[in-house]
């Protein structure tokens, strides 16, 4: 059972920065689309970015396009989620996630199976 574990939240001002990074032990992440998604508390999970498992495709939601920039090293067994301008909008926290069958797109949420504990993302002035 694969174990993925997010890191790289913490406290920004509007307009900074963050990378998530996310890893895994017990299994491999290199031959599987990865995702970013958040949560607030009370609300439904969202979409955040995806990437195809050979990082040829990429996918985002709307309101983080421009700003947000998913990327994956395989053979590292990582993948990343650079997040730029950051608002207070975007405080949440953030899950990365990884699909059920190996060699996928990432274009479909319903196939994100494995998930991580999640890191907090919190943009405040």
């Known amino acids: 059972q694969v174990q993925l574990v997010e890191s790289g939240g913490g406290l920004v001002h509007p307009g900074g920065s963050l990378r998530l990074a996310c890893g895994a032990s017990g299994g491999t992440l290199s031959r599987f689309a990865m995702g970013w998604f958040r949560q607030i508390p009370g609300e439904e999970r969202e979409f955040v970015a995806s990437?195809?498992?050979?990082?040829?495709?990429?996918y985002y939601r709307d309101s983080v396009k421009g700003r947000f920039t998913i990327s994956r090293n395989n053979a590292e067994n990582a993948v990343y989620l650079q997040m730029d301008n950051l608002k207070p909008e975007d405080t949440a926290v953030y899950y990365c996630?990884?699909?059920?069958?190996?060699?996928?797109?990432?274009?479909?949420?319903?196939?994100?199976?494995?998930w991580g504990q999640g890191t907090q993302v919190t943009v405040s002035s």
């Open positions: 996630a990884r699909e059920r069958y190996p060699n996928g797109l990432g274009n479909d949420r319903r196939f994100f199976a494995s």
């Open positions: 990437i195809a498992w050979n990082g040829l495709r990429k």
